[in-house]
């Protein structure tokens, strides 16, 4: 008796608390539990070698909880962000997921990379907890896990807008392939490569890959100019790798006799930063342009400056939009509710679920990047734009809107 006395005061004593410190929610009727806030759970790469990125995706997620919040929350209910650190890594970001899913009552999980959005699938599969990411590969469709939302436009999409653009707009023909050897520059080629074929019957001259954090990519430069190419498409997410390519790519001379279209990363602030006036000149896919004038868009713009001080990029967009929507949905799926001062959520499965089922019902969700439309793989964007690099500065050269699959 004495024995299961004090295993009970054990329980009664840690039961309140997670490890991390999250707030175990108290159980009341009907399933319902009592909480104090709506946790959005983020694996980020605060640590590592993509730590500057890191930092913008961060600047996004807080901007728009804030927002939120300042709008009412969830019916009341404040947003509260979550971070552990993925280290930038595959491994990493295994850990962060386990780490957030097993010790903290998270709603909704936000995720970067496509290599760290493969290597979580069977978490995400087997816990059940709808994920957002801006990750483009388009191999994480044919995963066809129904947990996972995409933000941003697959490489599907991508690469059809830049063969279009190689072939269209710049008149091009000897068209050399560069890549990073992961998830994300493999499927990037492999899909414009595909689309090369499909819509114009023409293959790269050459193609060259690189492993990201190599430093020196004079070789794979080399090998594009001895064939004679009169284009380069990148594929890479790694901004440092980026800035180096395009410092060697003009060290090289190549920017006189060749044009150079990149994936969304070289345009973007880090890698504009790094590269200096090396980028200027280059043309990428890219989210979004300063010039749109949507007023969803300038007024991300206008926040983003005034609370950082800075531009924003596609780091951030796609990051703010996520909170954003997950914001959207929760209050769609009715699963917070307010009785006199304390707010209550359905219990934690059926509160994942029901978020995601809004979430495949959205169409036309204003966000900043574009209008929200969930098609029939989960992708949710379908507008991209193509920008030059100016001065430093993005200009805007097309903005393209891709059919939605229903």
């Known amino acids: 008796m004495r024995k299961l006395l004090l295993c009970m005061l054990i329980v009664v004593a840690i039961g309140p608390v997670f490890a991390g410190g999250e707030s175990e929610p108290s159980q009341g009727e009907g399933g319902w539990t009592k909480v104090d806030a709506f946790l959005i759970g983020a694996a980020n790469h605060i640590t590592g070698p993509t730590a500057l990125t890191g930092e913008r995706r961060k600047n996004g997620y807080d901007l728009a909880a804030k927002e939120v919040n300042a709008a009412g929350g969830i019916g009341g209910l404040p947003v509260q962000m ?3 650190d993925d280290q930038g890594t595959n491994p990493g970001c295994v850990a962060a997921t386990n780490k957030l899913l097993s010790q903290s009552p998270i709603i909704a999980f936000l995720v970067d990379r496509s290599t760290m959005v493969n290597a979580i699938h069977p978490i995400i599969l087997e816990g059940a907890v709808p994920t957002f990411f801006g990750a483009s590969a388009w191999s994480i469709s044919e995963l066809k896990n129904p947990w996972f939302f995409r933000m941003r436009v697959n490489d599907k999409g991508n690469a059809e807008i ?3 653009f190689l072939v269209e707009n710049l008149k091009k023909q000897r068209i050399a392939s560069l890549y990073a050897a992961d998830t994300f520059g493999e499927g990037g080629h492999t899909e414009t490569q595909a689309a090369l074929k499909a819509q114009y019957n023409l293959a790269p001259v050459v193609e060259q890959k690189y492993t990201s954090g190599t430093k020196d990519y004079t070789a794979q430069l080399l090998a594009i100019k001895a064939a004679n190419a009169d284009v380069i498409y990148s594929w890479g997410t790694n901004s440092e790798d980026n800035a180096i390519i395009l410092r060697q790519f003009k060290q090289l001379g190549l920017d006189k006799t060749m044009d ?11 890698t504009i930063n790094l590269a ?6 280059i043309y990428s896919i890219y989210d979004f342009a300063f010039e749109d004038t949507r007023p969803e868009l300038q007024h991300w713009i206008n926040a983003y400056r005034t609370a950082y001080n800075d531009d ?3 780091w951030n967009l796609n990051t703010y939009d996520m909170v954003k929507l997950v914001a959207d949905a929760a209050k769609r799926a009715n699963i917070v509710k307010k009785e006199g001062n304390d707010f209550y959520m359905k219990a934690l499965p059926q509160a994942r679920a029901d978020l995601a089922e809004a979430v495949r019902k959205t169409q036309g969700f204003r966000g900043a990047a574009g209008d929200y439309t969930c098609d029939k793989w989960q992708n949710m964007i379908h507008n991209q734009a193509v920008v030059k690099i100016a001065g430093g500065k993005l200009e805007l050269v097309n903005v393209v809107s891709l059919d939605i699959q229903k």
């Open 276 to 281: 200096g006036g090396n980028a200027n000149g």
């Open 162 to 164: 830049m063969a279009k």
């Open 260 to 270: 150079f279209i990149g994936s969304a990363a070289y345009a973007t602030a880090i």
């Open 312 to 314: 924003p990029d596609f």
């Open 82 to 84: 979550v971070y552990e």
